[in-house]
């Protein structure tokens, strides 16, 4: 077990949406920054704007338009999904980059950065992704990051304003690494249908 206590664990973020002038992106240039801090953690930051999504039907082999994102996922020990909240809901682009692929998230971890001009911070858009992922396989931590109000969390430029938001981090990079631990070990360890053990 003191392998997986000391291992590095690859936990890429997705930015969920593609809109001109989204205050969602400073979140996740933050939120990287913090997450390059800490040793045991290598991430890098997807966006959704640099999908070229097609406009028929995906079938099985869409994935491999995608071999960056493809590869990324089947790398990656957990996800971390920024999202802002549009009328209740996520944006469709990030729907449509999630369903890339399904059997690459299965026993992995995600969790949820809500974004919202308003008060709930995301709220209900984690709730309804929620769903969402569960149906994908992932396993999402209960320690959501919320930014409410967005348009006054960072200035101008993406530098944060409320340095609470440092320890919020924290508490939520820390369940993170905890679940992307405890299920990198079951897959390794534990036989599943759905993923082979590592060979001996």
């Known amino acids: 077990m003191k392998n997986y206590l000391e291992s590095k664990l690859f936990l890429p973020i997705i930015l969920g949406t593609n809109r001109k002038d989204r205050k969602s992106v400073f979140a996740a240039k933050w939120l990287l920054e913090e ?19 097609p406009q028929e039907g995906y079938g099985t082999a869409i994935k491999d338009q995608f071999p960056e994102w493809r590869d990324a996922v089947i790398r990656a020990d ?12 996520y944006p ?33 858009v984690i709730e309804a992704m929620v ?4 149906e994908l396989g992932l396993s999402a931590t209960f320690t959501d ?21 440092t320890r919020r981090a924290g508490d939520f990079l820390d369940e ?25």
């Open 145 to 165: 990051l919320n930014f409410p109000s967005v348009q006054d969390k960072f200035d101008q430029h993406g530098a944060l304003l409320d340095q609470a938001y």
């Open 78 to 89: 957990g996800l971390v999904v920024v999202s802002p909240e549009y009328n209740h809901g």
């Open 35 to 53: 997450m390059e801090k800490r040793s045991e953690i290598e991430t890098r930051v997807f966006d959704a704007r640099d999908f070229v999504l």
């Open 176 to 200: 993170l690494i905890w679940m992307s631990r405890v299920l990198k070990w079951g897959r390794e360890n534990l036989p599943s249908k759905y993923h082979e053990l590592p060979a001996e």
């Open 92 to 124: 469709g682009i990030l729907k449509s980059v999630l369903d890339l692929l399904l059997k690459e998230y299965i026993h992995k971890s995600v969790a949820f950065v809500g974004v919202s001009a308003g008060p709930w911070g995301g709220t209900r």
């Open 131 to 134: 769903q969402m992922v569960r």
